[in-house]
């Protein structure tokens, strides 16, 4: 079955400063690539989402790349603010079927 | 349109107990699924159901037991409660196939057993 890895755990970052969240999948049948957002006591909501026959997506300080061969997508977010701080999800689909990363805690410091 | 509606909120269970928690969307989405959330170990899946009257078991199945008798409702029933299975639970529901959306979450249930 899908297995989804997710790097780093926690992620703590100055106030303007990019963070990076990088996640591997294993099922090369994925081919959806959506990452969310939750923040303390909420649901989680998508951010942004890549399909398989796309390399990147921006969508203002949020960007995901997708590397098809090696597995591998990224979440890029620049010039963090302090309201960014949540933990982040990764997710990969195939068919219906969604596996969550194990989360990514990110800080943002003022 | 409601989304997803998941009910209770909260949930203090004695155990040994037996309860239900509701979930119900309104998208007529296929793909239905429930997971478990608890400190430190993300989204885990339970149970899932890829249409009326088919499930299957996701990562953490024992002690949970599902039905989906329509589109609409995917219920999640803890059969005994135990210790174990205090934790934040979501229902959660997507369209399935080749255009998969994003999926779409319940409020949350957040069960203490006791």
């Known amino acids: 079955g899908e297995n989804v890895e997710q790097h780093p755990s926690t992620l703590s970052v100055q106030e303007g400063d990019s963070a990076v969240i990088k996640c591997t999948y294993s099922?090369?049948?994925?081919?959806?690539f959506p990452w969310y957002k939750q923040e303390l006591g909420k649901r989680p909501q998508l951010i942004i989402d890549?399909?398989?026959?796309?390399g990147e997506k921006k969508d203002q300080r949020i960007a995901v790349t997708l590397n098809k061969t090696a597995k591998h997508f990224s979440l890029h977010i620049t010039e963090t603010q302090p309201e960014d701080s949540a933990v982040y999800f990764c997710?990969?689909?195939?068919?219906?079927?969604?596996?969550f990363g194990a989360g990514t805690q990110v800080v943002v410091t003022p | 349109n409601a989304g997803v509606t998941q009910t209770p909120k909260f949930q203090v269970l004695k155990t040994g107990q037996s309860m239900t928690l509701q979930c119900a969307q309104d998208?007529?989405?296929?793909?239905m699924s429930w997971y478990r959330q608890d400190p430190g170990m993300g989204l885990r899946l339970i149970h899932y159901?890829?249409?009326?009257?088919?499930?299957d078991q996701g990562e953490v199945p024992n002690g949970y037991n599902v039905s989906r008798s329509t589109t609409e409702d995917f219920p999640l029933r803890l059969l005994s409660a135990a210790p174990s299975q205090t934790s934040v639970y979501f229902c959660?529901?997507?369209?399935?196939?080749?255009?998969?959306?994003?999926?779409?979450f319940g409020q949350g249930t957040r069960l203490t057993v006791v």
């Open positions: 159901s890829v249409g009326a009257g088919i499930t």
């Open positions: 997710a990969a689909n195939g068919w219906g079927k969604f596996q």
């Open positions: 890549i399909r398989s026959n796309v």
């Open positions: 959660a529901s997507s369209s399935s196939g080749t255009d998969n959306t994003e999926a779409f």
């Open positions: 998208m007529n989405h296929e793909y």
């Open positions: 099922d090369s049948a994925s081919n959806y």
